[in-house]
């Protein structure tokens, strides 16, 4: 009896341990040991690129925003396609997505079955386990019926064209690394599950209730999220949590929601203090509420966004984060009472005087006002960079093409990837009626078109054949 009373009490005194490691080690995998260093090398990339378009003719393709100027350049980016996965800043610069892989193309726009997904599908693109650079070759819109679970090292490039993914889900990121997603709709995301879901090739898994999130990364590193627009989710639109870093977010138009981004578990969730997210040059935009995003613990480095008014506020807070706030633009709105950036959530003042939260080179705009604490009080910190950030009078450069370029974008008129027969112009979702609420909560499939079907096939094997794309990507 004592011997198997011993056997238990180690047994136990080692399923503690075990449990609580995770919970002790503060250093994630992919986390930067140095993060002023990194938020100093995002200037200086900023203060190259306006240099050198200040240096040149203002008509040629330089904007001054280091990320698009990297590859929006080069004329035949549409053959060089891959060169995106070396423009990244920031905390996710690491990310590569698919760069080593193969080219797949989305040839089928439907999501019927999330165990079995057909060969063309995206579902069935991004559960593969070898890289991927996965592209559209028409107009789609994408309607899941559970969530997209990503395996790692996938692109998703929506470059010249319109790709709408809406309905169950929608995009989930767990405990994968490198994956990039540009030039994508997402929204009208509502919460799934109680369901079956691959996740690759090999697995499948039952799903409990999702939260209906937009994009959800969940204990995943060496994430890019670029030139996406983003709206109207049942939670986030983009939630960071589990020990989750390498983050860059950027580029991306938000709107019309209530609960923005959350980065962080909770309070005690001790890793996500290895957190590292870069937010740059996002234009936050037309009825949004609060959560800009709400931070738990880690590093964030917000820096060259447009805030547009918010309602209740633009970045708040626990659990001691860094917030690193550096030439934004906030637009306070009319409610007098609503004109704080910052919201120390659920935290007395007595807790939160320590935190590190600091404002530089930003601009105030109807009356806002960043309420600064710990080390960014301190005039010497900021004297201590030898790279200031640009200056936010800048910004309206800097975010000019903030969201989706391109076909269905925000004024900005760059052209389709694929030069097929019809020029570019694609068919299928321009021709329906807009996405509604409605919509999003329907278990219908919308089926596309006959047209959008032809133009499909047609892009798809003119690319296999002036690429040289092994078919055998699609079998």
Not at 89 to 111: H, L, M, R
Not at 176 to 182: A, D, G, K, T, Y
Not at 279 to 296: S, W, Y
Request: hydrophobic share 35%; glycine share 10%; aromatic share 10%.
């Amino acid at each position: 009896m004592f011997h198997l009373t011993c056997i238990l009490l180690v047994y136990l005194l080692v399923s503690f341990f075990t449990l609580g490691r995770p919970m002790l080690n503060l250093t994630l995998t992919g986390q930067h040991p140095d993060p002023e260093a990194v938020v100093q090398l995002v200037h200086r990339s900023v203060n190259a690129s306006i240099a050198r378009r200040q240096m040149l003719d203002e008509s040629t393709c330089l904007t001054g925003n280091p990320i698009d100027d990297c590859w929006k350049c080069d004329p035949d980016w549409p053959n060089n396609r891959r060169r995106l996965a070396d423009c990244a800043i920031g905390f996710g610069q690491y990310a590569i997505g698919g760069k080593n892989g193969e080219f797949y193309i989305v040839t089928d726009s439907t999501d019927d079955d999330a165990v079995n997904p057909r060969p063309g599908t995206l579902r069935y693109g991004v559960i593969q386990e070898v890289p991927l650079w996965i592209v559209f070759p028409s107009n789609m819109l994408i309607k899941l019926s559970q969530e997209l679970i990503f395996n790692s090292y996938k692109t998703l490039d929506g470059r010249g064209a319109n790709v709408h993914i809406v309905g169950g889900g929608c995009i989930t990121l767990q405990y994968i690394s490198n994956v990039i997603i540009h030039n994508i709709h997402i929204h009208h995301c509502h919460p799934s599950g109680d369901a079956n879901v691959r996740s690759s090739p090999t697995h499948y898994g039952y799903r409990t209730k999702s939260d209906g999130d937009g994009i959800s990364i969940f204990g995943s590193k060496d994430i890019w999220i670029d030139h996406c627009s983003l709206s109207r989710c049942k939670d986030g639109l983009i939630d960071a949590v589990m020990g989750s870093t390498g983050i860059t977010i950027s580029n991306n138009y938000f709107s019309h929601h209530d609960e923005v981004m959350l980065l962080g578990h909770s309070d005690s969730y001790k890793p996500d203090s290895g957190m590292q997210v870069t937010i740059a040059f996002n234009h936050f935009g037309e009825k949004l509420v609060q959560r800009m995003p709400r931070c738990r613990r880690g590093y964030i480095h917000v820096v060259n966004n447009d805030f547009t008014q918010w309602e209740m506020y633009a970045i708040g807070g626990s659990g001691s984060p860094t917030i690193n706030s550096q030439g934004n633009r906030y637009t306070a709105p009319t409610n007098p009472y609503a004109k704080e950036v910052t919201k120390r959530v659920e935290t007395g003042e007595g807790e939160w005087k320590d935190w590190n939260w600091r404002s530089e080179g930003d601009i105030m705009v109807n009356g806002a006002f960043f309420v600064a604490s710990g080390e960014g009080v301190e005039v010497s910190y900021e004297k201590a960079f030898s790279v200031e950030p640009k200056s936010a009078v800048l910004i309206d450069q800097l975010i000019m093409h903030a969201g989706v370029l391109g076909v269905g974008g925000r004024d900005n008129n760059l052209g389709k990837w694929d030069t097929g027969p019809n020029g570019g112009g694609g068919t299928g979702f321009d021709s329906g009626p807009d996405y509604t609420d409605d919509m999003a909560w329907s278990r219908r499939l919308l089926p596309p078109s006959a047209a959008f079907t032809f133009f499909s096939i047609l892009f798809a094997m003119s690319y296999f054949l002036t690429c040289n794309i092994p078919l055998t990507i699609l079998l």
